[in-house]
């Protein structure tokens, strides 16, 4: 079973800062990880797919990378409507997500 | 523009069986295999499995082969472009929002139904 680790869980930062999220494989998943953003009551919507590909859509300032194990979503100036959880997932045999982190407003 | 629909929340006791929704619109159906997820109250994503909306062949995942078959069931009804979750012999671990996702190529979710809640409870 592929497990994926995301850090931190909860990460506080203020509107116009960076947020840097990571997701870490147990094993190798080549680019085969998508990201996605969840708010409270909503179902979850795909912003980046094979690492590194953004959703139709999806601002610019969202970014993903990685390969192998590591991976990271990046934000590059947070938006009010950018708080919510994330979550990364492989596509492979497994699908496993990620356990979610919290990006909260400071 | 592309949406799935799916059926109202449900309130079930332990033992009985649910059939969850899926309506799809805007897009041809066959074209797509439709991936289910699961969310428990306050915890994360639980990938289930997927179909393939050509054939009415479910997969689920390596991880849930053993957990989710034979009490678990995926369909579709390609005649109205809805696929279908059942779940009998429910349990109060079942209790769960049950989401329907096209499954994009190479798998990942990318236009999500709005989720079914699932209450199991005497």
């Known amino acids: 079973e592929i497990v994926l680790t995301q850090s931190p869980a909860t990460l506080s930062l203020s509107p116009g800062e960076r947020a840097t999220l990571s997701c870490r494989a147990s094993?190798?998943?080549?680019?085969?990880l998508a990201w996605y953003q969840q708010k409270p009551g909503q179902a979850p919507r795909l912003l980046i797919y094979?690492?590194?590909n953004r959703a139709t859509g999806i601002p610019a300032r969202f970014s993903g990378s990685g390969s192998g194990t590591d991976f990271t979503l990046t934000i590059s100036s947070l938006e009010p409507e950018d708080f919510a959880v994330y979550y990364c997932q492989d596509r492979g045999n497994w699908h496993s997500f990620g356990q979610g982190t919290k990006l909260e407003i400071k | 523009q592309v949406q799935l629909v799916q059926s109202g929340s449900e309130l079930k006791e332990p033992g009985a069986s649910v059939r969850v929704s899926c309506k799809t619109s805007g897009y041809t159906f066959t074209s797509y295999a439709m991936n289910w997820v699961r969310q428990a109250p306050g915890q994360g994503l639980e990938w289930m499995g997927w179909?393939?909306?050509?054939?009415?062949?479910?997969?689920?995942?390596?991880g849930f082969a053993g957990r989710f078959t034979g009490r678990f069931v995926l369909s579709v009804d390609t005649s109205v472009s809805t696929a279908y979750l059942q779940i009998n012999r429910l349990e109060a671990d079942d209790t769960a929002v049950y989401y329907c996702?096209?499954?994009?190529?190479?798998?990942?979710?990318?236009?999500w139904g709005q989720g079914t809640l699932v209450t199991v409870s005497s």
């Open positions: 094979d690492a590194s």
């Open positions: 094993q190798s998943v080549s680019t085969y």
């Open positions: 179909i393939d909306t050509k054939t009415g062949n479910p997969m689920f995942g390596q």
């Open positions: 996702a096209r499954s994009e190529g190479g798998g990942y979710s990318g236009v």
